[in-house]
């Protein structure tokens, strides 16, 4: 059964001070791996796609890497506008298009 | 290039109702996912429609239902609403694997 697990479940960052997220998959064959920010009472809002271990994709003070086993997000030198809850999904290759979610990291970054 | 919209985006419903949320992708997207979010269980899927037609389901009741016209826009329905069925309802729509989520439909159920 595809499993998602996402950790730590809160983590509260000094402004400035880097950190990584991580993220634990089981899947039945991975198709590509999603990063997903969400701020509360909005949708999720669309960050990386990563489809093969080694790959690497980065957006402004984010970096998202892929292993056969686990995704990291890295945050270098998170502003407060930085915080909100960062979700990670897989697609599996079966053909289906649904993402299997996890629960999410809570980031929020103290000035 | 507009979002994904969804409509109303709040609702509030006493149980035994059903309700009937709507959702209208990004332009040339013709494959719409609606998802479930609750605190506890996260997002959860629900089930994918492309070119008006099924593709895929989730593990939910066959209470939750939907469609897709020709235009790509969605419809999900929810007959006999429970207390549990609160939550917010996103619905996605993509073009190839990346999906683009709708600010969601905050379903209270009293």
């Known amino acids: 059964e595809d499993q998602v697990t996402q950790s730590p479940e809160a983590l509260r960052l000094q402004e400035g001070e880097s950190s990584s997220l991580n993220c634990s998959y089981t899947?039945?064959?991975?198709?590509?791996l999603f990063w997903y920010r969400q701020d509360p009472g909005k949708g999720p809002e669309f960050l990386f796609t990563l489809y093969s271990a080694g790959e690497e994709k980065e957006k402004e003070r984010l970096k998202a890497t892929l292993t056969k086993k686990e995704s990291f997000l890295h945050i270098t030198a998170p502003k407060p506008e930085d915080s909100a809850t960062y979700l990670c999904a897989v697609q599996a290759e079966t053909g289906a298009n649904n993402l299997f979610f996890g629960t999410g990291t809570r980031l929020t970054v103290i000035p | 290039k507009a979002g994904v919209t969804q409509t109303p985006r709040y609702l509030i419903k006493t149980r035994g109702q059903q309700v009937t949320l709507s959702c209208s992708p990004i332009?040339?997207?013709?494959?719409v996912s609606w998802y479930q979010q609750t605190p506890g269980q996260g997002l959860q899927f629900l089930f994918e429609y492309f070119s008006e037609t099924q593709r895929n389901k989730g593990n939910f009741p066959g209470r939750f239902s939907g469609r897709q016209f020709s235009n790509s826009r969605s419809e999900m329905n929810v007959s006999t609403l429970e207390l549990g069925d609160s939550a917010l309802y996103l619905c996605?729509?993509?073009?190839?694997?990346?999906?683009?989520f709708g600010p969601g439909t905050r379903l209270t159920v009293l």
């Open positions: 899947v039945s064959g991975l198709r590509g």
């Open positions: 996605a729509s993509s073009f190839f694997d990346e999906q683009f």
């Open positions: 332009s040339g997207h013709r494959s």
